[in-house]
């Protein structure tokens, strides 16, 4: 094995005391990914303080030939942020950078570090009443540059767009150590590529995110949640074609889930009470929200839409949180759905998106397939109806061994969910990207000449292979030059 001593001892120099640190018990939470499928090793991990720093450590790392997994908050879904087996790759962490450069109330601008944490952002613009149109479940870990890099989704895409609709402008350092720097935020700018939407969503692999200007909105100044039961899934879709209709630019947010997994989330979160007395086939969580400027009738607007939905047969039982106590206890239950979950066993999770009509067909072809081929398991759906994102996860036979169900039947299943999938021309990675979890997926199952596309640009981009190795870009089949 080369020895790494002068590559670690100059790393050292450039980053300082608090900078590196090789001791196994301060890496160990960070080689495990969120969800515990992947575990690595790292030659070290370093934490920079400033994009300097970054630029300096990658410029070093191509010098010596050592691999770089680019971390945040180590809430992805896909292992993205975890390293192999090997030991040989620098596990770089962007937490230490997690300053806000600055915050602009009147341009309604942010230009955030790759460390901030989302929570932390959330706070900053309300205390200037505004607010960044993004949240999620681990909104208390998950970090701007984590965000960034994997185009996160989240339960507002439907009304203001993944994380891509979001970044005006970008930082990054490229695999040479150079600097890419466009944080300026230009809403027309026709100079050839459009580099910073490259960047976004590409996990790692093209350069490493170290700030990002960020869009923010008015915040709210008031909402409406809304709980319905409905018989199907289909119902659900029609319903929110009647709120896309009728509620225009409030419908903020548009969540589903079916009883059962209500009954586990119930079972698991002390305290959680069912929105409604009767059990129904699905559920809608429905969010309407508005600015200043729209907030005085809100509340009858909602209930005028509940009113002419129960007319027109569109629900079966339905309510309205009665204050914000009660609607943080509504989003409380959709939020626990995963953690719920985990704690009823292992299970196979699929982030999936199919065109947004062919939602309800694809969960019933999909449950109705895997229950029959795999008896004892349980398909449940939940997530984001209103932009065609459903988690689609298939739950194990009581008393599995789970790493012996993970590696076996379960990557079975996700094959023929996989397949099915795309026979409905759906994507295998909505809203959590391709990691190393899907990366042989996306091999065997990706379009030729996007893979080619794939390949091409990070030969271009990283020629040496160094950034964030084995993860997104499928390998090239044998005597494939891209």
């Known amino acids: 094995m080369q020895d790494r001593g002068p590559f670690l001892e100059a790393a050292a120099a450039i980053l300082g005391q608090r900078g590196l640190t090789g001791d196994p018990e301060l890496m160990q939470p960070w080689l495990t990914d ?13 934490s920079p303080a400033s994009t300097a720093e970054v ?14 997994v680019p971390q945040g908050g180590n809430s992805g879904m896909s292992g993205g942020a975890t390293p192999d087996g090997s030991g040989s790759a620098l596990l770089l962490s962007l937490r230490r950078m997690d300053r806000i450069r600055m915050f602009d109330a009147a341009a309604r601008e942010a230009v955030c570090e790759a460390g901030v944490v989302l929570q932390t952002l959330h706070t900053a613009a309300e205390a200037q009443n505004l607010r960044f149109p993004l949240t999620l479940g681990g909104k208390g870990s998950a970090t701007v540059g984590g965000l960034v890099s994997t185009n ?24 040479d150590g150079s600097v890419f720097s466009a944080l300026t935020p230009l809403k027309k700018d026709n100079r050839g ?23 923010l909105v008015p915040a709210l100044a008031a909402r409406a949640v809304l709980w319905v039961g409905v018989p199907t899934l289909a119902a659900a879709r029609e319903l929110l074609l009647f709120c896309e209709e009728n509620a225009g630019d409030a419908l903020e947010g548009f969540e589903v889930l079916a009883q059962d997994t209500l009954e586990d989330v119930l079972a698991y979160l002390p305290g959680a009470r069912a929105p409604l007395s009767g059990a129904h086939g699905w559920h809608a969580l429905i969010e309407l929200a508005a600015d200043h400027a729209a907030a005085d009738d809100l509340s009858e607007r909602a ?3 509940l009113s002419r939905a129960f007319e027109r047969d569109l629900v079966e039982d339905a309510t309205i949180a009665a204050s914000e106590t009660q609607a943080e206890a509504f989003w409380a239950i959709r939020e626990a ?21 062919r939602m309800p067909g694809f969960v019933a072809d999909a449950v109705d397939q895997v229950e029959r081929a795999w008896p004892g398991t349980h398909a449940v759906a939940f997530g984001h109806l209103g932009d065609g994102n459903v988690h689609f996860h298939v739950i194990a036979p009581p008393g599995v061994d789970a790493d012996e169900w993970q590696t076996g039947p379960g990557k079975a ?58 993860k997104l870009v499928p390998l090239a089949p044998a005597g494939h030059n891209p």
């Open 337 to 357: 759905i995963a953690p719920a979950e985990r704690a009823r066993g292992p299970a196979v999770q699929h982030d999936l998106s199919v065109p947004v009509d």
């Open 193 to 215: 590529f459009d580099l910073k939407q490259l960047l976004i969503g590409s996990e790692g692999t093209l350069g490493i995110i170290t700030a990002a200007t960020l869009r």
């Open 413 to 470: 299943i996700s094959r023929q969910v996989h397949d099915l999938l795309t026979r409905w021309e759906g994507s295998i990675s909505a809203e959590h990207g391709i990691g190393q979890l899907k990366r042989d997926e996306l091999s065997r199952l990706g379009d030729p000449v996007a893979l080619s596309v794939l390949r091409s640009v990070k030969q271009a981009l990283d020629p040496l292979g160094l950034l964030n190795p084995g």
């Open 152 to 175: 996160a989704g989240g339960t507002q895409v439907l009304r203001h767009g993944s994380m891509r609709a979001q970044v005006m402008g970008i930082e990054a350092v490229l695999a």
């Open 303 to 305: 209930e005028s839409l």
């Open 55 to 68: 630029a300096a450590l990658v410029r070093l790392c191509a010098e010596h030939r050592v691999p770089i």
């Open 34 to 46: 969120w969800r515990g499928r992947f575990t690595g090793q790292a030659l070290a991990m370093a």
